[in-house]
Nanobody, 116 residues
Framework: QVQLVESGGGLVQPGGSLTLSCAAS????????MSWYRQAPGKERELVAS????????NYADSVKGRFTISRDNAKNMVYLQMNSLKPEDTAVYYC?????????WGQGTQVTVSS
């Protein structure tokens, strides 16, 4: 069956770094665009970063531009989110999403907490 499994979350101090990983299985990963979303308590889920199926085009929310980098490895069915210069407002549950036209899949999320 389809699975998206995020990992790499945790507690980090402001200014620190984390790398999130998302392992995909059960679908043809290389034809799906992939994205990272996040949802903070009491807030709506928001798009953080996206990457096309080939990895040639990426997009970022203004709030993370210059700090976060999305990448993918189609040979390993993996997508990553490198997060640098983390701020307390980056605290959220981070979700991986795969989408092809109207078909999409979500992971279960991984918690990122930025606090001193």
């Amino acid at each position: 069956q389809v699975q998206l499994v995020e990992s790499g979350g945790g507690l980090v101090q402001p200014g620190g770094s984390l790398t999130l990983s998302c392992a995909a299985s059960g679908f043809t990963f290389s034809v799906y665009a992939m994205s990272w979303y996040r949802q903070a308590p009491g807030k709506e889920r928001e798009l953080v970063a996206s990457i096309t199926n080939s990895g040639s085009v990426t997009n970022y929310a203004d709030s993370v531009k210059g700090r976060f980098t999305i990448s993918r490895d189609n040979a390993k069915n993996m997508v990553y989110l490198q997060m640098n210069s983390l701020k307390p407002e980056d605290t959220a549950v981070y979700y991986c999403k795969g989408q092809l036209l109207s078909r999409y899949y979500w992971g279960q999320g991984t918690q990122v907490t930025v606090s001193s």
